[in-house]
């Protein structure tokens, strides 16, 4: 399965390292070669000469001890490697990783390596909550790095909470999945829309929806993951940027249909994740309005730019994905939301379900295509459902072509 995959796997010191037996033991399994970077520490906790049995190779342990045959190792090594997997990673090389320090051989190496990076963190639920790991998580999450969460339980140090690394099945599984991931969507160039757009009604005051652009950044993520080229026009949300993608940021439904129409000619795909202000103020305050005496204000609303129908009437051969957020009537709505703007498919939910909609890290959806075929899909993960609206957009083309 993992055939001609050259993994190599960081270890660090931490309780946790003498687990990375296991996952070189499942690794090798799986078909691929293994090269261990250990640090110093970890060679308090297991040493070199199991992880050079069990891994059939050289263990790199010592950044000046390069033997003669070996050019500039960390360099070589980082251009032949497939996947910089850190299991177990300790706070200490977090926090080194996220600040470009280089004072051993993997931190080095890290700096060195263009590919992909998975780190497995595995701590004292203190270390790993402080918000000085936490910023550095999310500095290495900005920059591309992905996370295996660490699960919460007893911990070796006999605390209980969250810090124990992940189990060692998942992170095989995230390896794989990573390692296999099919680039079917190369050559696709993808306008993504996501967030609530904001309208404002003064200087300080906004009116805007419970958009928190997770959907839309998910499918920026696992579009960028598949091969595509990724322009995401957002509005305000308070997600990491997906690494890799062209980012434009917007904060109103006008600025938003700018954008669109821009980008539109050179996109294959657009696909309207974002929640769009369905109104604005007739007249903007330029000052701040004040309350003074007042008991009431009255805000009067003008319909905003239909963006998807402008998108679909401007379309041509491009495929238009819209999403409809319901709170009832959920496929009849889409259907004629589908037919109105000239849409390829909708991918239509209700808001008022548990676990669907806005703010959750899960969506209950039902995508509706062009051809009158509905396909209701279970509560998944918002990358999920990105995954299964790139696979019927792909179906889709397939089926023009
Ligand atoms: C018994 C023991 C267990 C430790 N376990 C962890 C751990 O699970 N995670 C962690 O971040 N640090 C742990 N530490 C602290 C690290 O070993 C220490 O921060 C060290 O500097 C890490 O070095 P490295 O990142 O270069 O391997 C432990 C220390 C000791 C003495």
Redesign the pocket.
């Known amino acids: 399965m993992l055939n001609g995959k050259h993994i190599v796997l960081g270890i660090?010191?931490?309780?946790?390292a003498f687990k990375s037996c296991e996952i070189v033991r499942e690794l090798k399994k799986a078909g691929a070669r293994v090269t261990a970077i250990m640090?110093?520490?970890?060679c308090q906790f297991i040493t070199p000469l199991t992880l050079q049995t069990l891994t059939g190779n050289r263990v790199i342990t010592d950044m000046f001890a390069t033997p003669s045959e070996f050019d500039v190792y960390h360099i070589t090594l980082s251009k032949e490697a497939d996947l910089l997997l850190v299991a177990?990673a300790?706070?200490?090389?977090i926090a080194k990783f996220a600040n470009g320090i280089a004072d051993?051989f993997l931190s080095t190496f890290y700096l060195a390596y263009k590919g992909k990076i998975f780190i497995a963190p595995?701590?004292?639920t203190n270390?790993y909550l402080h918000p000085a790991n936490k910023i550095n998580m999310e500095k290495l999450s900005s920059l591309g790095v992905n996370f295996i969460e660490p699960a919460t339980g007893e911990l070796?140090c006999g605390d209980e909470g969250v810090g124990k690394l992940a189990e060692v099945s998942l992170i095989i599984e995230k390896v794989k999945k990573i390692l296999l991931q099919k680039l079917d969507l190369k050559g696709e160039k993808i306008l993504i829309t996501a967030g609530g757009t904001q309208e404002a009604i003064d200087p300080v005051r906004y009116i805007t929806n419970r958009s928190s652009g997770k959907m839309g950044y998910a499918l920026a993520k696992v579009a960028l993951a598949r091969g595509a080229d990724v322009t995401l026009v957002s509005a305000p949300t308070s997600l990491p940027f997906p690494p890799g993608a062209k980012m434009i940021n917007v904060q109103s439904a006008s600025q938003m249909r700018e954008e669109v129409l821009e980008n539109l000619p050179e996109s294959t795909i657009i696909i309207k994740a974002a929640a769009v202000s369905d109104f604005k103020l007739k007249k903007e305050s330029y000052a701040k309005i004040k309350k003074d005496e007042k008991e009431s204000v009255t805000l009067e609303l003008e319909k905003t730019p239909d963006i998807l129908l402008e998108a679909g009437k401007k379309k041509g051969n491009r495929l238009l994905v819209g999403f409809a957020a319901e709170t009832g009537n959920l496929v009849k709505n889409a259907q004629k939301k589908l037919k109105e703007k000239n849409c390829d498919l909708i991918v239509a939910n209700d808001v008022t379900q548990l676990g669907a909609g806005f703010v959750s890290d899960t969506n209950i959806v039902t995508l509706i295509d062009r051809k009158g075929k509905v396909e209701e899909l279970p509560k998944l993960t918002k990358e999920e459902v990105a995954e299964k609206i790139f696979d019927k957009i792909l179906k889709l083309k397939k089926s023009d072509s």
Request: no cysteine; glycine share 10%; net charge neutral.
């Open positions: 660090t010191g931490g309780i946790a640090t110093k520490n970890a177990p300790t706070a200490n090389i051993d595995a701590m004292n270390m070796a």
